[in-house]
């Protein structure tokens, strides 16, 4: 499993001494309603704003042409203030960064970077907070940390895109997508610690092999929907009670554990060779439903403790001429399982 360290540390959102040389603009304001708008055009950008109070609102707009370099920084504290960042340049490698710090209830983020090579890292603090980032083109890196309650995350990427989004709280939600056209190798790193958490993460690939998805959740009643394109790589830790997994997969590699009670785990497995599925359950009243396609499949099923069940169907092994391999072992009182693999070898 992979491990995030909270990012808040990493926002060192602060008026500070220039980055770069170029243009800068600055605002700091003090109240209520208050409008901060800034609109930079050239190489070299500066934005930096902060915002104390309530319902204020913050606009950047930055565009740059060749090997630019866009830094634009939003703080805010207080309640129902909102952000909105729009940065594009032209479609060559250089640096780009957003950072966005909100502090607070009922705040909002719309992010939206165009073209390669953009960064963005955000941090939210407190109830019923919103996020809605958009990230295009290629080699696209985002970082999200949200602590409160009701808290929703949304984001879309594109291309070689690479997110990590943790929530901590209760009720929080994050809906991932990221989109290959190219070589695919996306990673999405998600981690959930509190009550009734939900995770949407879609994946779909391109030509190419498609990327990595690692999921964490802790807590109670969790629920995870992950849609992963060509031979990529799914790895999830459910902790906790009423957890469910639901994976939709194409020829790709699942590992995961569920830890807790009442846990659910559903993984279909669709067309292309090579399915592997490894997933250890360990508590009370587990669920393990898994269909593979095609040839050159495995799964092995591991369940500890009492009424477990396992039913697992691999299909047309022989019909491709090579064999699927099945394992399951259980331990407990009352568990149950049931193979079925069609063809022959």
Same mark, same amino acid.
């Given at each position: 499993?992979?491990?995030?360290?909270?990012?808040a540390t990493?926002?060192? $959102?602060?008026?500070?001494?220039? =980055?770069?040389?170029?243009n800068?603009?600055?605002?700091?304001?003090?109240?209520?309603?208050? $409008?901060?708008?800034?609109? *930079?055009?050239?190489?070299? $950008?500066?934005?930096?704003?902060e915002?104390y109070?309530?319902? /204020?609102?913050?606009y950047?707009?930055?565009s740059g &042409?060749?090997v630019?370099? #866009?830094?634009?920084?939003?703080? *805010?504290?207080?309640?129902?203030?909102?952000?909105?960042?729009?940065?594009a340049?032209?479609?060559?490698?250089?640096?780009?960064?957003?950072?966005?710090?909100? %502090?607070?209830?009922?705040?909002?983020?719309?992010?939206?970077?165009?073209d390669?090579?953009m /960064?963005a890292?955000?941090?939210?603090?407190?109830?019923?907070?919103h =996020?809605?980032?958009?990230?295009?083109y290629?080699?696209?890196?985002?970082?999200v940390?949200?602590?409160?309650?009701? /808290?929703?995350? &949304?984001?879309?990427?594109?291309?070689?895109?690479?997110?990590?989004i943790?929530? %901590?709280?209760?009720?929080?939600?994050v809906?991932?997508?990221?989109?290959?056209?190219? =070589?695919?190798q996306?990673?999405?790193?998600?981690?959930?610690?509190?009550?009734a958490?939900?995770?949407?993460?879609?994946?779909?690939?391109?030509?190419?092999?498609?990327?990595? @998805?690692?999921?964490?959740?802790?807590?109670?009643?969790n629920?995870?929907?992950?849609?992963?394109?060509e +031979?990529?790589?799914?790895?999830? =830790?459910q902790?906790?009670t009423?957890?469910?997994l639901?994976? +939709?997969?194409?020829?790709?590699? @699942?590992?995961?554990?569920s830890?807790g009670?009442y846990n659910?785990?559903?993984? %279909?497995?669709?067309?292309?060779f090579?399915?592997?599925?490894?997933?250890?359950?360990i508590?009370?009243?587990?669920?393990i439903?898994?269909?593979?396609? #095609?040839?050159y499949?495995?799964?092995?099923?591991?369940q500890?403790? /009492? #009424?477990?069940?396992?039913?697992?169907?691999?299909?047309?092994?022989?019909?491709?001429?090579?064999?699927n391999?099945?394992?399951?072992a259980?331990?407990?009182?009352?568990? &149950?399982?049931?193979?079925?693999?069609?063809?022959?070898?």
């Amino acid at each position: 499993m992979f491990s995030l360290k909270p990012i808040a540390t990493a926002l060192l $959102l602060t008026s500070s001494a220039p =980055l770069i040389a170029g243009n800068l603009a600055e605002v700091i304001q003090t109240g209520d309603a208050n $409008l901060a708008e800034q609109v *930079q055009q050239g190489s070299s $950008l500066q934005s930096f704003i902060e915002q104390y109070g309530q319902q /204020n609102s913050a606009y950047t707009g930055q565009s740059g &042409s060749g090997v630019s370099e #866009l830094h634009a920084s939003v703080v *805010q504290r207080g309640t129902a203030n909102s952000a909105d960042v729009q940065q594009a340049h032209t479609r060559e490698v250089g640096n780009v960064t957003a950072q966005i710090e909100q %502090v607070g209830a009922l705040n909002t983020v719309v992010l939206e970077q165009v073209d390669a090579a953009m /960064n963005a890292v955000i941090y939210q603090q407190g109830d019923n907070n919103h =996020l809605d980032a958009s990230q295009t083109y290629i080699a696209n890196t985002l970082a999200v940390e949200s602590i409160g309650q009701d /808290n929703q995350v &949304s984001v879309r990427q594109a291309g070689f895109g690479s997110a990590s989004i943790v929530q %901590v709280g209760t009720a929080n939600s994050v809906q991932l997508e990221q989109t290959s056209f190219g =070589l695919g190798q996306e990673v999405a790193q998600v981690v959930q610690e509190g009550v009734a958490n939900v995770a949407e993460i879609v994946q779909p690939s391109g030509r190419y092999p498609a990327g990595e @998805v690692d999921l964490h959740q802790t807590g109670t009643a969790n629920n995870a929907q992950i849609h992963a394109g060509e +031979r990529g790589d799914i790895d999830f =830790l459910q902790q906790g009670t009423g957890n469910e997994l639901s994976a +939709r997969t194409t020829g790709t590699q @699942v590992t995961g554990q569920s830890i807790g009670d009442y846990n659910r785990v559903e993984v %279909v497995s669709t067309t292309m060779f090579d399915n592997s599925l490894t997933i250890d359950q360990i508590g009370t009243e587990n669920f393990i439903s898994a269909d593979q396609n #095609l040839s050159y499949n495995s799964a092995g099923i591991s369940q500890a403790g /009492n #009424l477990n069940t396992a039913h697992l169907n691999q299909y047309m092994g022989g019909s491709y001429g090579a064999p699927n391999q099945a394992t399951i072992a259980q331990r407990g009182n009352g568990n &149950s399982a049931s193979v079925t693999q069609l063809g022959s070898y």
